[in-house]
């Protein structure tokens, strides 16, 4: 059973950083593309970004371009999502995603592309 568990969420004020972790077990995460998404209150799950298999491919949502960096460990078969500079419209539940596909080239952008979903964490950044 795949299973994704996020960590490192919380509350920090805007300008702050946090850095989130995703560990996942079931599968051989080594050899598959990851991302993240976030969903704010009455919004529908957007992407913020993704790295594939090798860690050599990654992409960014254009609203957090030069703040936000995505890197895996294969070796402990968990993803990472280190944010800097954060602002209030940051605020949502962060998610954590798998992709069944192996050795996928590319970084996959929409919901419908990712087989496996973490719980989520909230991050809330204050004004």
């Known amino acids: 059973q795949v299973q994704l568990v996020e960590r490192g969420g919380g509350l920090v004020q805007a300008g702050g950083s946090l850095r989130l972790s995703c560990i996942v077990s079931?599968?051989?995460?080594?050899?598959?593309?990851l991302g993240w998404f976030r969903q704010a209150p009455g919004k529908e799950r957007e992407f913020v970004a993704g790295?594939?298999?090798?860690?050599?491919?990654?992409d960014f949502a254009t609203s957090v371009k030069g703040r936000f960096t995505i890197s895996r460990d294969n070796a402990k078969n968990t993803v990472y999502l280190q944010m800097n500079s954060l602002k209030p419209e940051d605020t949502a539940v962060y998610y954590c995603a798998a992709r069944q596909e192996l050795f996928g080239s590319l970084v996959r952008t929409t919901t419908n592309d990712y087989d496996y979903w973490g719980q989520g964490t909230q991050v809330t950044v204050s004004s």
């Open positions: 790295i594939n298999w090798s860690g050599v491919i990654t």
């Open positions: 079931g599968y051989s995460a080594e050899r598959r593309g």
